[in-house]
């Protein structure tokens, strides 16, 4: 009997957002399936894949220090992600890495790592005993998982570099995204996080034609895809959707309970004219009407935006013109990011650059705003019977969320009487009390 030869070894780190998770769980998947391992330390891996972040100046230098410690530790490093597609940023740094490629280029690091750390022939390499989980590999926890609808983005936002990154907008066919998710629901995932540059355009790149699911006939358009979702029986949650008007058009799914009633809307400012500065859709007062319109259809919606102080040219007097967005627009979950020019974005040559103190100061100064607001909003929960979905137990008891709660960037529920819940367990819970950014709960 022949002695199975070991198998190559593969580390890897993967930094950024959930978009970059999707590329890094995809190359993992084609690892395995070929048969390579894979290692959680650099010592213990013939070479190393650093997934990498470029979009703001600290994500580059979080992404530059993770690949010298890399070469450092290992010496054989791959490099892909979106800083790899940043010019020579990453060979003038580090000259020794072996490859680097753009994002969502596995076809390319996989050519690497064959050129590098050639597998194992198939006599040697048995898929029978290296099986990979029809759902690929996820580096989430198994109840939940992203799914990218589409890549790229037609957009040319000033402060933003991302086209240059990643392309255009490319959706991916909607037959395709509904067998994924199916595969992932038969694997135990409870909620699918729809994540993309922009999910609101999905389908615009092929002017919205028809597909396939289950061989019939669907368009490849956001509502549609909603809709099929929505038939799985688990969470869907709308991340990255730009206020469009067929936005609309799934506020009706989210009232019949088929998605969650939560929307994740970048909306980045209120001034119209750093707006149009930033070209971004600039009509704030219609803005405030839609956010209306979809609360009477959906009371319970949770609304989350991110936005961006200190841009160029901004005066103290736009800079109140968002505060008192946010007090009209009662938002449930804000996220704020103080300018930061990145290397290639158009607003960096816009007069009027803010120093940095003035950047900072400012995005607490909403923070701090917003949490009186989120915190009102919040207090209105109390009394209320709320499913939860448990990410976690520990000697205190679950921690959960709610259908307001996307995973590492919201808040949580803590049911303080959880202690016998399971991970990827929904339970219904009535809400006791709150802080400025998590509810509080016992088994209902």
Request: charged residues 25%; contains cysteine.
């Amino acid at each position: 009997m022949t002695r199975r030869k070991q198998a190559p070894t593969v580390g890897f780190v993967s930094l950024g957002c959930p978009k970059a998770t999707v590329d890094a769980e995809i190359i993992l998947t084609r690892l395995r399936t070929e048969g390579y391992e894979l290692s959680s330390s650099y010592d213990g891996a013939d070479l190393v894949i650093v997934n990498t972040c470029g979009f703001i100046d600290a994500a580059v230098e979080e992404s530059l220090e993770t690949i010298g410690e890399a070469l450092d530790e290992n010496g054989k490093v791959i490099v892909t992600g979106c800083l790899g597609a940043k010019g020579n940023i990453v060979r003038d740094t580090h000259p020794k890495v072996i490859a680097v490629t753009g994002p969502h280029a596995a076809s390319e690091v996989m050519a690497a790592v064959h050129q590098h750390l050639p597998p194992l022939s198939p006599n040697e390499h048995d898929p029978f005993v290296d099986l990979v989980p029809p759902q690929g590999i996820k580096l989430t926890p198994e109840h939940y998982a992203y799914l990218k609808i589409s890549e790229g983005c037609n957009h040319r936002c000033s402060f933003c570099i991302i086209p240059s990154l990643r392309g255009d907008l490319v959706s991916r066919p909607i037959g395709e995204i509904v067998h994924e998710a199916e595969k992932l629901v038969e694997a135990g995932v409870k909620e699918l996080l729809i994540v993309s540059q922009d999910t609101s355009a999905y389908g615009v790149d092929v002017k919205y034609r028809t597909g396939f699911v289950g061989g019939r006939p669907v368009k490849t358009k956001l509502v549609d895809l909603a809709r099929e979702l929505g038939q799985l029986g688990v969470w869907v949650r709308m991340h990255y959707v730009y206020p469009y008007p067929n936005v609309d058009e799934l506020l009706p799914l989210m009232a019949e309970g088929k998605i969650l009633p939560y929307l994740d809307v970048p909306l980045q400012h209120a001034s119209p004219r750093i707006l149009k500065l930033m070209k971004r859709p600039g009509d704030i007062e219609k803005t405030l009407d839609r956010i209306a319109a979809w609360r009477t259809v959906v009371p319970q919606l949770t609304i989350r935006s991110t936005f961006i102080t200190g841009f160029p040219g901004e005066t103290e007097q736009e800079f109140d013109q968002l505060l008192q967005f946010l007090d009209a627009a009662e938002l449930e979950r804000v996220g704020c990011f103080a300018y930061s020019p990145v290397e290639g974005a158009s607003a960096n040559a816009l007069p009027g650059a803010l120093p940095e103190a003035v950047r900072e100061e400012r995005r607490a100064r909403l923070m701090a705003h917003q949490e009186d607001i989120s915190t009102r909003r919040l207090e209105q929960r109390i009394g209320q019977t709320i499913e939860v979905l448990v990410d976690d137990v520990d000697d205190e008891g679950a921690i959960a969320r709610s259908s307001a709660d996307a995973p590492e960037i919201d808040g949580v529920v803590y049911v303080t009487d959880g202690h016998e819940l399971e991970i990827g367990q929904f339970a219904t819970v009535t809400v006791t009390d709150c802080d400025v950014h998590d509810l509080f709960a016992t088994l209902a």
